[in-house]
C-alpha cells in the first residue's frame, strides 16, 4: 500500500501487560460485551491505584493537595478511589466541581478550574468552599464584587491562574504556557506588574496557579513554569505584603500512548526530583501545594473494547473498514485529530483471546465507528490480525480523555464503565467482560479505570512530594466519576475543579472545602458568592474576579480560604497549542507583565498565586520556568506589600504517554521535582502551602475504552479497513479532531476476551458519529479484526470519558473500575461506577422544561 517501514515503526504491535489479557478473558467470561453493549470501558483499578500510589510516594506531604483532573475520567467509582486515596480532585467546570462535592470531596481539596466561568459559576464555588483558579481580571472583578455581596462569608481560597509562558510541548491543543494561551494571565515582562497590580488590587487572591499544558509537554517545561510560578510567588509577595497561602502547579504529566509503560522520563519521582532541584521552595511548607494530574493517573488503567459487527471490504484499492461501536461519541480527539491522538489496538476474540497475526495473518485497517458521518473513523490504516465478525478491537490508554469527552451527537448510548481487581486464579477483565456479557446490543463499548494504577501514580507523586506542605489537587475535569473522585480523596488528594459544577461535585464527593481549589477563566457573580460561602479555595483570573471576590469581601469579611490570583507567566507553548496556558494569547489569568504586586497590595484578602502553563505536551522545563517565574513574583509581592503569601498554586500539566505502558522518565513526578528543586528550590522551603493540580498524567493510565467493531470497510485496495467501533468524538473529541496531537494505543480481542496477537494489519478506527472526521485513530496496525471483535483503546484514564459530548445524542457506556479485593490482594474486582445510560435519560438531556409562560420552549418577541 506504499506505507514505508518507518511510517509504521511506531504502530509495531507491542504486546500488552500480562494484565491486559487476564481482563480480557473476564471481559469474555463475564459477558460484558454483547448485543446490548457491543462496547466497554475497562478500567484497571489495581493499576490506577499504582498510579496513584506513584503520586502519592513522589508528592507525599501533608501540605500538597493532589487534586486529580476530573476532565480526564469523571466516573464516580473511579472518583471515589481517588477520594480514598486523600486524593483532591481538579474540577475544569463547575458540574465537576459539584461532582467532586457530591463525591464527597472536602471543599478544600476541590480545584476549581475554568478559563470561562460565570457569574453564578463562582458563586456556587465560592458557596461550597472550593478552591478557585481565576483566570482572568473578569473573573477576579466578579469575585470582588460576589464577596462583596452575599459571599462575605465564603471559605473558597481564590487562586490566580498564571500562564507562565514556559512554552508548549509537541500538542500545541493542549500546551497552556505559551504567549497564545487562553489559559489565565500571561507572564512576560511586560505582564508582570499587571499581574502584581492584580494581587495588590485583591488581597482575597490567596493561591496562584499554573498549568502549562499536559500531553507532549516535556519535564522541564513543567518544572520551568513552577519556577516561573514561585518567582512570581515572591514578587506578588513583596510587593503585596502578604503571603501566598497556595501554588498550584497543576497536573499535566504526560503519558504514552505508543509504549505500554509509562514514561521514565515523566515519573512522577523524576518530576518531584526536578522540583526539588529547580523549585525547593514549593516544598518548604510554606505554601499549600496542589498538583492536578489527570491523564498521567488514569490513562494507562484504561482500555476500551468494542466488538467488531460488520467489516466491509468492497472496493480492492480500499482498506477494510471495520465497523465497531465506538467512534467520534468517545473518541473525539483520536477522530477530528488522528495525527495528534493515536492509540495502540489488539484484536481479540469473542472469547477475550488476543489474536496474532501468527495465527491468522493481518491485515491493513480503517476502524469506523457507529456515528452517521463519514469522517466517524477511530483510527485508519491500523494492521491488525485478520478480523472476523464477531471479534473485539481493543484501543489501548483510554483511562482519560475518552469517556470524558463522550459526545451526545447521533444519542448513542455510551459503552459501560468496568473497574477491574485482580482476582487469583479468576479470568482477565476482558474475559470478565466476555462472560458478563457486558457488551452486547445494549451495550456497545464501556470504559474501565484501574484504581491500583490510579493508586501508584498518586504514590509516585507523593512520593515525589512528600512535604506536609504539598497538597495535591486532582484536576476533576480529567476525570470526574464520583468512583475516580472517591478514590483520589481516599488517597489525600484534593480537588482542582474548573467549574462550579465540578466545585459542587467534589463537595458532594466528600471533599473538604478546604482541599478544593476552583479556577476557571470565565465565572459569574453567582459562583463566586457560591464559592466564597462554600470555603473553598479560589484562583482568580482576571480583573473582574478580583472585583467580584473584593465585593464580597468587603459585604461579608475576608475569606478564609485560599483566594489567589492566576499569573500567566508567558514562558510560551508546549507541543499541543490548545493545551499551553502560558502564552501572551493565552486567556487564563492575569500576565505577568502586569503589576501584580499593584493587585496584591489593593486586593489585601489576596492571599495566594496560582499558575499553570499547560498540560499534555508542556515540556517539565516550561512548568519549571513558570514557577520561577511565579516565585520571583512571589517574592516581589511579599517584598512590596509586607504580607507574605500562604499559598502558590504551580498548577498541573504534566504530560503523560499515549505511546507506552509506562509513563517516560521525563514525564515522572520526580523528574518535576528535581528541576523544580534546581531552580525554584524556594517553593519547596516549607515556608508556604504548594498546591499542584495533577489530572491526566495521574490518571490516564489507569483507564482503557473497549469497543466492539461493529462492521469493517475494506472496499478499496489503496484504503485502509476502516474498522467502525462506537467510539468517536463522542467520547475523544480530541483524538478525532487533533489526532495528530492526541492519538492512543489500540489492542484487539475477541469478545470472549482473548486479547489478539500476531500478524498485523493496518486500519482506520472510526467511530459512531455521522460525520467523516470521526475517526479515534488512522494507520493502526491491529492484529486481524473482525466484526464484533473488541476494540481496545489504551491510556483512556483522564480526558475521554468526561468529555463525553452530547452530539448524536450518543448513550454513555458503563465504567468499570478495576480494584483489588481487600481480604486479597491478588483478587480482581470489577466493580461498576457508572451504570451505562439509556434511551429515556438520553432524551431527558433534549427535553423542554415545563416554565410558566413558556410553550413548547418558545417565546414571541417581546412576550414575558
Same mark, same amino acid.
Given at each position: 500500500?506504499?506505507?514505508?517501514?518507518?511510517?509504521?515503526?511506531?504502530?509495531?504491535?507491542?504486546?500488552?501487560?500480562?494484565?491486559?489479557?487476564?481482563?480480557?478473558?473476564?471481559?469474555?467470561?463475564?459477558?460484558?460485551?454483547?448485543?446490548?453493549?457491543?462496547?466497554?470501558?475497562?478500567?484497571?483499578?489495581?493499576?490506577?491505584?499504582?498510579?496513584?500510589?506513584?503520586?502519592?510516594?513522589?508528592?507525599?506531604?501533608?501540605?500538597?493537595?493532589?487534586?486529580?483532573?476530573?476532565?480526564?475520567?469523571?466516573?464516580?467509582?473511579?472518583?471515589?478511589?481517588?477520594?480514598?486515596?486523600?486524593?483532591?480532585?481538579?474540577?475544569?467546570?463547575?458540574?465537576?466541581?459539584?461532582?467532586?462535592?457530591?463525591?464527597?470531596?472536602?471543599?478544600?481539596?476541590?480545584?476549581?478550574?475554568?478559563?470561562?466561568?460565570?457569574?453564578?459559576?463562582?458563586?456556587?464555588?465560592?458557596?461550597?468552599?472550593?478552591?478557585?483558579?481565576?483566570?482572568?481580571?473578569?473573573?477576579?472583578?466578579?469575585?470582588?464584587?460576589?464577596?462583596?455581596?452575599?459571599?462575605?462569608?465564603?471559605?473558597?481560597?481564590?487562586?490566580?491562574?498564571?500562564?507562565?509562558?514556559?512554552?508548549?510541548?509537541?500538542?500545541?491543543?493542549?500546551?497552556?504556557?505559551?504567549?497564545?494561551?487562553?489559559?489565565?494571565?500571561?507572564?512576560?515582562?511586560?505582564?508582570?506588574?499587571?499581574?502584581?497590580?492584580?494581587?495588590?488590587?485583591?488581597?482575597?487572591?490567596?493561591?496562584?496557579?499554573?498549568?502549562?499544558?499536559? #500531553?507532549?509537554?516535556?519535564?522541564?517545561?513543567?518544572?520551568?513554569?513552577?519556577?516561573?510560578?514561585?518567582?512570581?510567588?515572591?514578587?506578588?509577595?513583596?510587593?503585596?505584603?502578604?503571603?501566598?497561602?497556595?501554588?498550584?502547579?497543576?497536573?499535566?504529566?504526560?503519558?504514552?500512548?505508543?509504549?505500554?509503560?509509562?514514561?521514565?522520563?515523566?515519573?512522577?519521582?523524576?518530576?518531584?526530583?526536578?522540583?526539588?532541584?529547580?523549585?525547593?521552595?514549593?516544598?518548604?511548607?510554606?505554601?499549600?501545594?496542589?498538583?492536578?494530574?489527570?491523564?498521567?493517573?488514569?490513562?494507562?488503567?484504561?482500555?476500551?473494547?468494542?466488538?467488531?459487527?460488520?467489516?466491509?471490504?468492497?472496493?480492492?484499492?480500499?482498506?477494510?473498514?471495520?465497523?465497531?461501536?465506538?467512534?467520534?461519541?468517545?473518541?473525539?480527539?483520536?477522530?477530528?485529530?488522528? %495525527?495528534?491522538?493515536?492509540?495502540?489496538?489488539?484484536?481479540?476474540?469473542?472469547?477475550?483471546?488476543?489474536?496474532?497475526?501468527?495465527?491468522?495473518?493481518? #491485515?491493513?485497517?480503517?476502524?469506523?465507528?457507529?456515528?452517521?458521518?463519514?469522517?466517524?473513523?477511530?483510527?485508519?490504516?491500523?494492521?491488525?490480525?485478520?478480523?472476523?465478525?464477531?471479534?473485539?478491537?481493543?484501543?489501548?490508554?483510554?483511562?482519560?480523555?475518552?469517556?470524558?469527552?463522550?459526545?451526545?451527537?447521533?444519542?448513542?448510548?455510551?459503552?459501560?464503565?468496568?473497574?477491574?481487581?485482580?482476582?487469583?486464579?479468576?479470568?482477565?477483565?476482558?474475559?470478565?467482560?466476555?462472560?458478563?456479557?457486558?457488551?452486547?446490543?445494549?451495550?456497545?463499548?464501556?470504559?474501565?479505570?484501574?484504581?491500583?494504577?490510579?493508586?501508584?501514580?498518586?504514590?509516585?507523586?507523593?512520593?515525589?512530594?512528600?512535604?506536609?506542605?504539598?497538597?495535591?489537587?486532582?484536576?476533576?475535569?480529567?476525570?470526574?466519576?464520583?468512583?475516580?473522585?472517591?478514590?483520589?480523596?481516599?488517597?489525600?488528594?484534593?480537588?482542582?475543579?474548573?467549574?462550579?459544577?465540578?466545585?459542587?461535585?467534589?463537595?458532594?464527593?466528600?471533599?473538604?472545602?478546604?482541599?478544593?481549589?476552583?479556577?476557571?477563566?470565565?465565572?459569574?457573580?453567582?459562583?463566586?458568592?457560591?464559592?466564597?460561602?462554600?470555603?473553598?479555595?479560589?484562583?482568580?483570573?482576571?480583573?473582574?474576579?478580583?472585583? =467580584?471576590?473584593?465585593?464580597?469581601?468587603?459585604?461579608?469579611?475576608?475569606?478564609?480560604?485560599?483566594?489567589?490570583?492566576?499569573?500567566?507567566?508567558?514562558?510560551?507553548?508546549?507541543?499541543?497549542?490548545?493545551?499551553?496556558?502560558?502564552?501572551?494569547?493565552?486567556?487564563?489569568?492575569?500576565?505577568?507583565?502586569?503589576?501584580?504586586? =499593584?493587585?496584591?497590595?489593593?486586593?489585601?484578602?489576596?492571599?495566594?498565586?496560582?499558575?499553570?502553563?499547560?498540560?499534555?505536551?508542556?515540556?517539565?522545563?516550561?512548568?519549571?520556568?513558570?514557577?520561577?517565574?511565579?516565585?520571583?513574583?512571589?517574592?516581589?509581592?511579599?517584598?512590596?506589600?509586607?504580607?507574605?503569601?500562604?499559598?502558590?498554586?504551580?498548577?498541573?500539566?504534566?504530560?503523560?504517554?499515549?505511546?507506552?505502558?509506562?509513563?517516560?522518565?521525563?514525564?515522572?513526578?520526580?523528574?518535576?521535582?528535581?528541576?523544580?528543586?534546581?531552580?525554584?528550590?524556594?517553593?519547596?522551603?516549607?515556608?508556604?502551602?504548594?498546591?499542584?493540580?495533577?489530572?491526566?498524567?495521574?490518571?490516564?493510565?489507569?483507564?482503557?475504552?473497549?469497543?466492539?467493531?461493529?462492521?469493517?470497510?475494506?472496499?478499496?485496495?489503496?484504503?485502509?479497513?476502516?474498522?467502525?467501533? =462506537?467510539?468517536?468524538?463522542?467520547?475523544?473529541?480530541?483524538?478525532?479532531?487533533?489526532?495528530?496531537?492526541?492519538?492512543?494505543?489500540?489492542?484487539?480481542?475477541?469478545?470472549?476476551?482473548?486479547?489478539?496477537?500476531?500478524?498485523?494489519?493496518?486500519?482506520?478506527?472510526?467511530?459512531?458519529?455521522?460525520?467523516?472526521?470521526?475517526?479515534?485513530?488512522?494507520?493502526?496496525?491491529?492484529?486481524?479484526?473482525?466484526?464484533?471483535?473488541?476494540?481496545?483503546?489504551?491510556?483512556?484514564?483522564?480526558?475521554?470519558?468526561?468529555?463525553?459530548?452530547?452530539?448524536?445524542?450518543?448513550?454513555?457506556?458503563?465504567?468499570?473500575?478495576?480494584?483489588?479485593?481487600?481480604?486479597?490482594? %491478588?483478587?480482581?474486582?470489577?466493580?461498576?461506577?457508572?451504570?451505562? %445510560?439509556?434511551?429515556?435519560?438520553?432524551?431527558?438531556?433534549?427535553?423542554?422544561?415545563?416554565?410558566?409562560?413558556?410553550?413548547?420552549?418558545?417565546?414571541?418577541?417581546?412576550?414575558?
Amino acid at each position: 500500500m506504499g506505507i514505508t517501514v518507518r511510517a509504521l515503526s511506531h504502530l509495531v504491535l507491542r504486546q500488552p501487560r500480562p494484565r491486559m489479557d487476564e481482563i480480557l478473558k473476564i471481559i469474555a467470561a463475564k459477558g460484558l460485551i454483547n448485543d446490548a453493549t457491543p462496547s466497554a470501558e475497562i478500567f484497571d483499578l489495581d493499576y490506577f491505584q499504582s498510579r496513584l500510589d506513584s503520586l502519592q510516594a513522589a508528592f507525599p506531604e501533608p501540605f500538597i493537595v493532589n487534586a486529580a483532573a476530573l476532565k480526564a475520567n469523571s466516573f464516580r467509582g473511579i472518583l471515589n478511589r481517588v477520594k480514598a486515596q486523600g486524593f483532591g480532585a481538579e474540577c475544569a467546570s463547575i458540574s465537576e466541581t459539584m461532582h467532586a462535592i457530591s463525591l464527597g470531596f472536602s471543599p478544600e481539596a476541590v480545584i476549581f478550574d475554568s478559563p470561562c466561568k460565570t457569574k453564578l459559576d463562582l458563586k456556587t464555588a465560592l458557596d461550597a468552599g472550593v478552591y478557585i483558579n481565576l483566570d482572568n481580571e473578569h473573573e477576579m472583578a466578579i469575585v470582588d464584587e460576589l464577596l462583596k455581596d452575599g459571599c462575605s462569608g465564603s471559605k473558597a481560597k481564590l487562586g490566580l491562574r498564571i500562564n507562565p509562558v514556559v512554552g508548549g510541548g509537541t500538542i500545541a491543543i493542549i500546551s497552556t504556557a505559551t504567549k497564545q494561551s487562553k489559559f489565565g494571565l500571561p507572564l512576560i515582562p511586560t505582564t508582570k506588574e499587571r499581574i502584581l497590580d492584580l494581587y495588590e488590587k485583591y488581597s482575597w487572591l490567596s493561591g496562584i496557579h499554573i498549568h502549562v499544558g499536559s #500531553q507532549g509537554v516535556p519535564l522541564e517545561l513543567f518544572v520551568k513554569g513552577a519556577r516561573v510560578c514561585m518567582d512570581l510567588v515572591k514578587e506578588i509577595e513583596s510587593k503585596c505584603k502578604r503571603q501566598l497561602e497556595i501554588i498550584d502547579i497543576g497536573g499535566g504529566l504526560s503519558s504514552t500512548y505508543e509504549e505500554a509503560e509509562e514514561p521514565k522520563s515523566f515519573e512522577y519521582g523524576r518530576y518531584r526530583d526536578n522540583l526539588n532541584q529547580v523549585v525547593p521552595e514549593l516544598f518548604s511548607g510554606q505554601y499549600k501545594v496542589i498538583t492536578e494530574f489527570g491523564r498521567s493517573l488514569f490513562l494507562k488503567a484504561g482500555f476500551s473494547v468494542t466488538r467488531v459487527d460488520f467489516i466491509k471490504d468492497w472496493v480492492p484499492e480500499i482498506k477494510p473498514i471495520v465497523l465497531t461501536h465506538v467512534g467520534t461519541n468517545q473518541f473525539i480527539r483520536e477522530t477530528y485529530l488522528p %495525527e495528534v491522538w493515536r492509540h495502540r489496538y489488539l484484536l481479540a476474540d469473542p472469547e477475550g483471546n488476543l489474536k496474532s497475526p501468527d495465527q491468522s495473518g493481518s #491485515q491493513v485497517y480503517d476502524l469506523a465507528g457507529p456515528m452517521c458521518f463519514q469522517g466517524d473513523y477511530l483510527a485508519k490504516d491500523v494492521e491488525l490480525p485478520k478480523i472476523d465478525m464477531g471479534d473485539w478491537l481493543i484501543i489501548q490508554d483510554t483511562g482519560a480523555y475518552t469517556m470524558a469527552m463522550y459526545s451526545r451527537f447521533n444519542s448513542i448510548l455510551p459503552s459501560p464503565v468496568y473497574g477491574f481487581t485482580k482476582k487469583n486464579g479468576q479470568m482477565t477483565i476482558l474475559q470478565q467482560i466476555a462472560q458478563n456479557d457486558l457488551i452486547n446490543d445494549e451495550v456497545s463499548c464501556l470504559d474501565v479505570i484501574d484504581f491500583e494504577t490510579v493508586k501508584k501514580r498518586i504514590l509516585d507523586y507523593d512520593e515525589a512530594f512528600p512535604e506536609e506542605f504539598i497538597s495535591n489537587a486532582y484536576c476533576v475535569k480529567v476525570n470526574p466519576f464520583v468512583g475516580v473522585l472517591n478514590h483520589v480523596l481516599s488517597m489525600g488528594m484534593g480537588a482542582e475543579c474548573g467549574s462550579w459544577q465540578e466545585v459542587f461535585l467534589a463537595l458532594k464527593t466528600g471533599f473538604k472545602p478546604e482541599d478544593i481549589f476552583y479556577y476557571s477563566p470565565v465565572r459569574t457573580k453567582s459562583e463566586f458568592k457560591q464559592a466564597l460561602e462554600s470555603g473553598v479555595n479560589i484562583n482568580l483570573d482576571n480583573w473582574q474576579d478580583l472585583a =467580584h471576590v473584593d465585593e464580597q469581601a468587603d459585604l461579608n469579611g475576608i475569606p478564609k480560604s485560599y483566594i489567589g490570583l492566576r499569573i500567566n507567566p508567558i514562558i510560551g507553548f508546549g507541543t499541543i497549542v490548545s493545551t499551553s496556558t502560558a502564552t501572551k494569547a493565552s486567556k487564563f489569568g492575569i500576565p505577568i507583565t502586569e503589576d501584580i504586586c =499593584h493587585i496584591y497590595q489593593k486586593y489585601s484578602w489576596l492571599n495566594s498565586i496560582h499558575l499553570h502553563v499547560g498540560s499534555q505536551g508542556i515540556p517539565v522545563i516550561n512548568m519549571v520556568e513558570a514557577t520561577r517565574k511565579l516565585m520571583d513574583l512571589v517574592m516581589k509581592i511579599e517584598a512590596q506589600t509586607g504580607k507574605k503569601l500562604l499559598a502558590i498554586n504551580i498548577g498541573g500539566g504534566l504530560s503523560s504517554s499515549y505511546d507506552t505502558d509506562q509513563e517516560p522518565p521525563e514525564m515522572s513526578f520526580a523528574t518535576y521535582r528535581k528541576a523544580l528543586e534546581k531552580s525554584v528550590p524556594e517553593l519547596l522551603s516549607g515556608d508556604r502551602k504548594i498546591i499542584t493540580e495533577f489530572g491526566r498524567c495521574l490518571i490516564l493510565k489507569a483507564g482503557f475504552s473497549l469497543t466492539r467493531i461493529e462492521a469493517i470497510k475494506s472496499w478499496f485496495p489503496d484504503i485502509n479497513p476502516i474498522l467502525l467501533t =462506537h467510539f468517536g468524538a463522542n467520547q475523544f473529541p480530541w483524538e478525532v479532531y487533533m489526532p495528530g496531537v492526541y492519538r492512543h494505543r489500540f489492542s484487539l480481542a475477541k469478545p470472549n476476551g482473548q486479547l489478539q496477537f500476531g500478524d498485523q494489519e493496518i486500519y482506520d478506527i472510526a467511530g459512531p458519529l455521522c460525520f467523516q472526521g470521526d475517526y479515534l485513530a488512522r494507520e493502526i496496525a491491529l492484529p486481524k479484526a473482525n466484526p464484533g471483535d473488541w476494540l481496545i483503546v489504551r491510556d483512556t484514564g483522564a480526558y475521554t470519558k468526561s468529555m463525553f459530548g452530547r452530539f448524536h445524542s450518543t448513550r454513555s457506556g458503563p465504567v468499570y473500575a478495576v480494584t483489588k479485593s481487600s481480604t486479597n490482594h %491478588e483478587v480482581i474486582v470489577l466493580t461498576c461506577i457508572k451504570s451505562p %445510560e439509556n434511551s429515556e435519560e438520553v432524551i431527558k438531556f433534549w427535553e423542554t422544561p415545563e416554565i410558566e409562560g413558556l410553550r413548547a420552549g418558545f417565546v414571541a418577541a417581546g412576550q414575558k
